[in-house]
Structure formats: C-alpha cells, structure tokens
C-alpha cells in the first residue's frame, strides 16, 4: 500500500534500477504518516560513511501526537539496506554519476518501507519527449473512449 509517490522522480529522471530499503523513523512521524502528512517531492538519497541517508522527506508533524516532543519536519532520515547493496550503490553513483532518488514511500508487514532508483538526470528535450507521450496516450485514451461510446 503506497504512502506517497514522488512523480516528479520519474519526469526528470532516467529511473535505471529500483531498490527497497527501511526507514528508520521516530514514533511521531510513523503516526504523521498514516495521517498522511509526508512529502517527497524534494527528495534525495545521500551516502555517507557507508550508510543511505533521506534528505528532504518532509513529514509534518500532528499536534495531537507530538507534545512531549519538537518535532524536525525535515529531518534526515537514515534508509536500512544490506551492506553488500549499499557497496554497489557506491559504485555506480561515483563512477558513472548516477543519483539516488526516492520514488515512493509504502508499508510492507507495517513497517514503512522506501523505493529508492538509481537514476540519471534528463536534458531539457527529453522531458519535452516525455510530455509529449504523456499528451498522446491521454488523446489516445479520449479518442478510444469517443469511439466505443459512438459504437453503442
């Protein structure tokens, strides 16, 4: 089941692999997520000393839930994954200047869980190209839509 979606992900960058990792999150925000408070739009994935870290989640926070606490809206979050995934993320962001975005946030046996891509950045053109299909299948699916409601 999905939280949040980063679409804006997909529009401006090439997605090449796609990987699931867990995030480490405080009681306050696990309840603003399920009330739906989280953003991902401006989000990254950065790597440091070895370790993923989610920079620009913003999960804004409930005043029922946080009173004892001062709640971080854009907190740093650290991702979970297996070293050995970690160490080939390494690899390919410094050699062949891929980035880690995230795409989406969703639970998976109720803890909530981050897609993460390993991404190229697209030149200007491309996400012209990608309009343009996008404006295609959406007349497409009007001109089938006209067609079959024509037939009856």
């Known amino acids: 089941m999905s939280i949040a979606e980063n ?3 997909r529009y401006d960058y090439h997605i090449e692999e796609q990987f699931e990792a867990g ?7 696990i309840k603003a997520i399920r009330a739906g408070q989280v953003q991902l739009t401006d989000g990254y994935v950065l ?3 070895g370790e993923l ?3 620009g989640c913003r999960i804004n926070a409930l005043r029922s839930a946080s009173t004892h606490v001062t709640p971080e809206a854009d907190r740093t979050k650290k991702l979970l994954m297996h ?8 690899g390919k962001v410094e050699q062949r200047g891929f980035t880690l975005v995230p795409l989406n946030l969703h639970y998976k ?8 891509a390993l991404a190229k950045g697209k030149a200007q053109h ?5 309009e343009k299909k996008r404006d ?10 006209h067609k079959v409601s024509n037939k009856s």
């Open 7 to 9: 679409r804006r992900a």
């Open 23 to 29: 995030v480490v999150l405080s009681g306050w925000e």
């Open 47 to 49: 790597i440091k000393d």
């Open 53 to 55: 870290f989610l920079i």
């Open 83 to 90: 070293k050995a995934e970690i160490k080939r993320l390494v």
């Open 109 to 116: 046996g109720g803890r909530v869980k981050a897609d993460i």
């Open 126 to 130: 491309d996400k012209r190209e990608t």
């Open 136 to 145: 295609w299948e959406r007349e497409k699916g009007q001109l089938m839509r």
